[in-house]
């Protein structure tokens, strides 16, 4: 089994910069690749970035050119980087991992991280 925690969220003016970081634990060596959601107030849940073991990484449009996805080589620890960030970033910030072990498809969350954008 594979758990992972959050933290860094808080509250930040716009265009200020912020960077979570989750901890994974347990059996992380099955892990392929981690990422951040998002989920803001009365919105679906929606992929921010992925890091693959391969070293691949995805954003979604809105983020490019802001946000950086990074794992530690011991890959216990991912971050996203968040610089330049408006209103529109505030949401509740999820980590996580997909993988397989002993041949078994995993998928773990952990429980959210809260970011606000306000002046």
């Known amino acids: 089994q594979v758990q992972l925690v959050e933290s860094g969220g808080g509250l930040v003016q716009p265009g200020g910069s912020l960077r979570l970081s989750c901890a994974a634990s347990?059996?992380?060596?099955?892990?392929?690749?981690m990422a951040w959601y998002r989920q803001a107030p009365g919105k679906q849940r929606e992929l921010v970035a992925r890091?693959?073991?391969?070293?691949?990484?995805t954003y979604v449009n809105s983020v490019k050119g802001r946000f950086t996805i990074s794992r530690t080589s011991a890959k216990n620890l991912a971050f996203l980087e968040m610089s330049s960030l408006r209103p529109e970033d505030t949401a509740v910030y999820y980590c996580?991992?997909?993988?397989?072990?002993?041949?078994?498809?995993?998928?773990?969350w952990g429980q959210g991280t809260t970011v606000t954008v306000s002046a």
């Open positions: 347990g059996r992380i060596w099955s892990i392929d690749a």
């Open positions: 996580n991992a997909v993988g397989r072990d002993r041949e078994i498809y995993f998928e773990v």
């Open positions: 890091l693959t073991n391969g070293g691949v990484t």
